[in-house]
């Protein structure tokens, strides 16, 4: 007869005695200690093997949710699978659950690869997701971040205006799930499924001068600039060689050969990942015979300091960042019209378009990722001769737009 609930609470154990158990059906039994406690076990068979599994104390577990729970584990047990071995399987995977959070994921991922990064790189990706991600899912088992909630959290963000930066961390999201699956702490990526559920993001290019005409109207209003000498040598320098505006603001005299005709940045001065600016080559840019001419003009005013553009305020830091921008708009030239990357675009759309470079040459010169053998190979030393001339012809045909010459398609001589 199956054990009531007054005698399961009258129960006792003799003191001379470890233990009695009282049989309630079908491999079930309470178990009473002397000192009083009582607690239910389910005895089964499994591959020949007798095994027990608890089920729980009494009072806090009735006879009749003893019963239940015993009857659970005989169906996993006719199924073929050991409730033992379940439960212990459940118990590691909820511990996991507790330890693979999102955030807990998504700081392993950050360990593993911020010495990769660029400091400032690995700062921010970290700083975005505390800030916008792990307040809302942080905390969640990685297993339970489906889709919607990401999305909801995502919304969240583009809610305040910055669409871009919502776009920005859905790819941060689905960089966790992919190193959480690599760790078997989740199957899938839901941030792959929200590309298109983000609202678009408008992109702006930077504002540039594309038409020949107006690129000698450029010219013309920086030779005819008169600011600071050394802006406006900085101006058309950046027109001359295209590099980023970091470089060319931050351009140091150790970096500069004048008899050789050859500006080198080096690597770690460079837009690259970590790796590439301890262990990789510098960057080469030849100067065309203008160029040279700035540099060995503006040599006597700057030479004497560490920067050839050096900060007015003081000669100890760079020039500024915003110099050349002020400088532009002086001269009728605003955000929407150029900017000082906007030299970039210039020199990469008119000598495609009307010197016929191939675009692998610019690329190069550009500072690009180059994909393919002929983008690899003129990214190599070896190959400068074709980047000086590139440079010495870019030089000839602005000093001719400036001078108001034709804008067809230039041959150079």
Known sequence: MPLTDVECKNATCPAEQKRIRLADGQGLYLEVAPNGSKRWFWKYYFNGKEKRLALGSYPETAPKAARLKRDEARLLQQSGTDPAQARTVAKLQRKAAAVNTFE??????????APGWSEHYAARWLARLEKDVFPWIGKLPITDVKAPLLLATLRRVEARGVRELAHSLREACGQVF????????????????????LRPVATKHMAAVLEPKAAGDLMRAILAYEGQPATRTALELSALIFQRPGNVRAMEWAWVDLDAGMLTIPAESMKRVKSAK???RPHFVPLAPRAVELLRDLHPLTGHGRFVFPSLLTGERCMSENTLR??????????????PHGFRAMARTLMVERLNVHPDVIEAQLAHGKSGPLGMAYDRAEFMEQRRQMMNTWAEYLHRLAQGGEVLPFKAA
Request: hydrophobic share 40%.
């Open 104 to 113: 807990a994921v998504a700081r392993d991922f950050h360990q593993l690869k």
């Open 178 to 197: 992919k190193h959480g699956a690599t760790l078997g702490a989740c199957e899938h990526n839901p941030a792959a499924t929200l590309s298109s559920a």
């Open 278 to 280: 301890v262990n990789g």
């Open 326 to 339: 002020t400088a532009l708009r002086r001269m009728g030239f605003d955000n929407d019209a150029m900017t």
